[in-house]
């Protein structure tokens, strides 16, 4: 028998038993996941890899899921929702180029899983969810787990949220057909805003930087995430 990091005893393979809610060794896996997912691709701000090695990404899926946790693609996770790919969530926090004093607004918190990576990297998170129940079951998750300077607040993202505005940095989870207007609205100037723009089958991650006003626009990766539903995104049909 060993002990595993969640201080929990399991069996040492012996014996046939129930598959284990926690992977064996969350910790290598996670340095796995940093080596072959994301610097081989191209990740290299240290502050990333190091919030990326240290988010339990296995308490962010569903138990039975929890052995595919740092595998390579986005997983289930409910309500026809998905965490996205591990290296995504590295790709889109890295251009968002935190310093560590921005508050951040996050849309579409799904799992909790990109919040508290971007909690890490930064003083505030304040992440919107359209499913009640999906933001109820997350902030009780990132309260558990210590994250706490992330707010998860219920309500259509596709309007921001402007009671917190502005915000230095910008993130949106779900597949937009545009750039919602309130979000360009709510970006602080030289503020970013990641966001991946295009049909719902498949779209381009944009990076927004506002200048003075203007909107520099920079394409960087194809993707595919579920779709934004909402007044500035699709309507719940076409999803
Ligand atoms: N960032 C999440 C993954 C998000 S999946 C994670 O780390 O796990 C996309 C999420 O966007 C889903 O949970 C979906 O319910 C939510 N969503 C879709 N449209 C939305 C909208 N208009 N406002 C808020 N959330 C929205």
Not at 2 to 20: I, L, M, Q, Y
Not at 31 to 41: P, S
Not at 155 to 175: C, M, N
Request: net charge neutral; with cysteine.
């Amino acid at each position: 028998m060993s002990k595993s990091d969640d201080g929990s005893t399991r069996s040492n393979g012996f014996h046939p038993a129930a598959p284990p809610a926690t992977p064996m060794n969350p910790v290598l896996l996670r340095r796995e996941m940093v080596e072959r997912q994301l610097r081989k691709r191209g990740i290299r701000d240290e502050r990333v890899v190091a919030a990326m090695l240290s988010v339990p990404r296995h308490e962010f899926v569903p138990a039975e899921l929890a052995g595919e946790a740092y595998s390579d693609r986005p997983l289930p996770i409910g309500h026809g929702q998905t965490i996205s790919q591990p290296f995504m969530v590295a790709a889109m926090t890295e251009a968002l180029q935190l310093s560590g004093s921005e508050r951040v607004l996050e849309i579409g918190a799904g799992s909790g899983y990109q919040a508290a990576v971007l909690s890490l990297l930064a003083r505030e998170v304040h992440t919107v969810e359209m499913h009640e129940d999906l933001a109820v079951d997350t902030r009780e998750r990132l309260q558990r787990l210590g994250y706490g300077n992330v707010q998860v607040h219920v309500g259509d993202g596709t309007l921001g949220w402007p009671d917190q505005a502005p915000f230095e940095a910008i993130v949106v989870t779900a597949a937009a057909p545009e750039i919602p207007p309130p979000l360009a609205a709510q970006l602080a100037d030289g503020g970013r805003l990641i966001v991946p723009v295009g049909t719902a089958e498949e779209q381009r991650l944009l990076r927004v930087e506002k200048r003075d006003n203007v909107l520099l626009k920079r394409p960087l990766y194809h993707c595919r995430f579920v779709p934004l539903i909402g007044q500035y995104g699709w309507k719940p049909k076409d999803s």
